[in-house]
Nanobody
Framework: QVQLVESGGGLVQAGGSLRLSCAAS????????VGWFRQAPGKERDFVAR????????YDSSSVKGRFTISRDNAKNTVYLQMNSLNPEDTAVYYC???????????WGQGTQVTVSS
């Protein structure tokens, strides 16, 4: 059974940094894409960034480009989201999700809370 477990969230001041981790287990993710999404209170869940497991190709949303970096460690089966220059608008629950490359994100983690104070 596929399991995704996020960690690394917390409270940080504006301008600070956090690194989120998404530990994946239950299958080989060679042909998968892993993405990060976020949902702020009262808002829709938004795409943040994604990475293809095999090639490591990445794509970021315009709202985080230049501030957030997605990466993966194949040996640890873990995807990271390095978040720099955080601002209060980044406050949200952050989720990682996995999809067969070209398919839908069908596996989701439980989420980790990120709160940025002004």
């Amino acid at each position: 059974q596929v399991q995704l477990v996020e960690s690394g969230g917390g409270l940080v001041q504006a301008g600070g940094s956090l690194r989120l981790s998404c530990a994946a287990s239950g299958r080989t993710f060679r042909d998968y894409t892993v993405g990060w999404f976020r949902q702020a209170p009262g808002k829709e869940r938004d795409f943040v960034a994604r990475i293809t497991w095999y090639h490591g190709s990445t794509y970021d949303s315009s709202s985080v480009k230049g501030r957030f970096t997605i990466s993966r460690d194949n040996a640890k089966n873990t995807v990271y989201l390095q978040m720099n220059s955080l601002n209060p608008e980044d406050t949200a629950v952050y989720y990682c999700a996995a999809a067969p490359t070209g398919g839908q994100f069908s596996y989701w983690g439980q989420g980790t809370q990120v709160t940025v104070s002004s």
